[in-house]
């Protein structure tokens, strides 16, 4: 079992930016991949970004590059997500994932994130 514990959502005006956080706990060392993904409301939950834990390799939705950094501490079994240059249009919930080597998902409990125009 992983835990995912989020931190970091809130409210910011356009064009400001945010850190998310998460942090994983439990069978750690299963853990493959980390990333956020989004879900706002009508629409279905997309990837943003993700990170290897290992070798630190990523991948971005086309929506965020160039705004957004996926980071990772594995010291401190967490996964960063920086959010510059914010738009309305990322407003939505985001959620951690954790991908393990046994090609189980994991999943934080969401934090939102709102973008005011």
């Known amino acids: 079992q992983v835990q995912l514990v989020e931190s970091g959502g809130g409210l910011v005006q356009a064009g400001g930016s945010l850190r998310l956080s998460c942090a994983a706990s439990g069978n750690i060392f299963n853990i493959n991949r980390m990333g956020w993904y989004r879900q706002a409301p009508g629409n279905e939950r997309e990837l943003v970004a993700s990170?290897?834990?290992?070798?630190?390799?990523?991948n971005y939705a086309d929506s965020v590059k160039g705004r957004f950094t996926i980071s990772r501490d594995n010291a401190k079994n967490t996964v960063y997500l920086q959010m510059n240059s914010l738009k309305p249009e990322d407003t939505a919930v985001y959620y951690c994932?954790?991908?393990?080597?046994?090609?189980?998902?994991?999943w934080g409990q969401g934090t939102q994130v709102t973008v005011s125009s």
């Open positions: 994932n954790a991908l393990t080597r046994g090609w189980r998902n994991y």
């Open positions: 990170i290897s834990i290992s070798g630190g390799s990523t």
